[in-house]
């Protein structure tokens, strides 16, 4: 066994576990990304980046240092542990794909375009809904009838520009590469800290795109209205949206 060689496995390993466990923790109950979360949604994806790749060399590293004599021995847990990160990922940028080309056929049978918003659709239901169905150039915003109802002509502007800014900025990859991870480690408790994580930080992202067209007071009753029958449910759900009303409020 190679002493020098084993020695920077254990040294890369160790950054590896840190990556894993305390900087995600850290970084989840720090107060700052609130106030910036386009740097912390760039530093959630650097260290996913950094430990996915991590743990790969320091694999690599530890059964080199082991069979010296074989490296093509050492590389072969390395490489199935990329090639397993990789077919999830793949997995999930197809299901993602399949799912959403179903709910875009469904929205052509039970909605109606827009007849003043370009790429809008208007849903039957009496229940204040608005999401975005993100296609790249056919990309789709949903709105429901429920949702003119209920809303003031300034909310729903606020409410319209933050869903846009989801399809603009194309957030659904930032959150299909954590849904990757996070399926990927099913029994790793910090992979689903870090989708939730990157979530909220979705959604803050988009609420300061649309206060940039609306005050955030406008922006915060639109959410007081909308946020108790969106999709989000349940007291995750909940949570969020008061959080999101909090930091537009304060």
């Not at 991590?54 to 021995?73: E, N, Q, R, V």
């Not at 003031?152 to 954590?178: G, K, P, S, T, Y």
């Amino acid at each position: 066994m190679s002493i020098p060689a084993f020695s920077s496995a254990i040294a890369l390993a160790c950054v590896a576990v840190f990556l894993a466990w305390p900087a995600p923790i850290v970084l989840s109950r720090a107060a700052w990304p609130a106030r910036a979360p386009a740097r912390a949604l760039i530093l959630w994806q650097l260290i996913a980046l950094a430990g996915g790749f991590s743990m790969i060399g320091a694999l690599w590293l530890i059964f080199d240092a082991i069979f010296p004599a074989h490296p093509w021995l050492s590389a072969i847990p390395a490489a199935a542990l990329a090639l397993y990160l990789i077919a999830h990922l793949v997995v999930t940028v197809v299901r993602f794909d399949r799912q959403r080309r179903r709910h875009l056929q469904l929205l052509l049978l039970l909605s109606e375009p827009d007849p003043t918003r370009k790429r809008t659709v208007v849903l039957d239901d009496s229940a204040p809904v608005a999401y975005c169905l993100p296609r790249g150039v056919g990309s789709v915003t949903v709105l429901s009838k429920g949702l003119f109802d209920a809303l003031d002509e300034d909310e729903l502007a606020a409410v319209i520009a933050h869903e846009r800014a989801h399809v603009e900025q194309r957030h659904e990859v930032l959150l299909v590469a954590f849904k990757a991870w996070r399926s990927a480690l099913p029994w790793f408790p910090i992979a689903a800290r870090a989708e939730v994580e990157v979530e909220a930080l979705v959604e803050m992202l988009a609420d300061d795109h649309a206060r940039r067209t609306q005050p955030a007071a406008v922006l915060a009753r639109a959410i007081l209205q909308v946020g108790s029958v969106q999709a989000e449910a349940g007291t995750a759900g909940r949570s969020r949206q008061v959080d999101r009303f909090r930091r537009l409020a304060g």
